[in-house]
Nanobody
Framework: QVRLVDSGGGSVQAGASLRLSCQGS????????MGWFRQAPGKEREFVSVISWNGDIARYTDSVKGRFTISRDNAKNTVFMQMNSLKPEDTAVYYC????????????WGQGTQVTVSS
């Protein structure tokens, strides 16, 4: 089982950047697909991005393509999401996730980190 601790959220102005980090523990981190979901107030949790165990495959929801970049460092059991050109609609709690593949639903979740973007 992978344990996840996500961090890096904050309050920024529109157009700014943030970098989320997720520290994982457990022997299967390096073989897990890692990703990010988010949940805005009053909305359902939604997929944001995912990266394969070796970093070869990365997928994004359409609304963040070209602005967000997911990456990972298996030597440090860490996954990152660089978020540029942030918009107010990116405001949400962001959750790091781990799962068996980039196409499967994740089976492990972080505690969440708040991102607030003001106009």
């Amino acid at each position: 089982q992978v344990r996840l601790v996500d961090s890096g959220g904050g309050s920024v102005q529109a157009g700014a950047s943030l970098r989320l980090s997720c520290q994982g523990s457990g022997s299967i981190f390096s073989s897990s697909a890692m990703g990010w979901f988010r949940q805005a107030p009053g909305k359902e949790r939604e997929f944001v991005s995912v990266i394969s165990w070796n970093g070869d495959i990365a997928r994004y929801t359409d609304s963040v393509k070209g602005r967000f970049t997911i990456s990972r460092d298996n030597a440090k059991n860490t996954v990152f999401m660089q978020m540029n050109s942030l918009k107010p609609e990116d405001t949400a709690v962001y959750y790091c996730t781990a799962g068996p593949s980039t196409w499967a639903m994740p089976n492990t979740w972080g505690q969440g980190t708040q991102v607030t973007v003001s106009s």
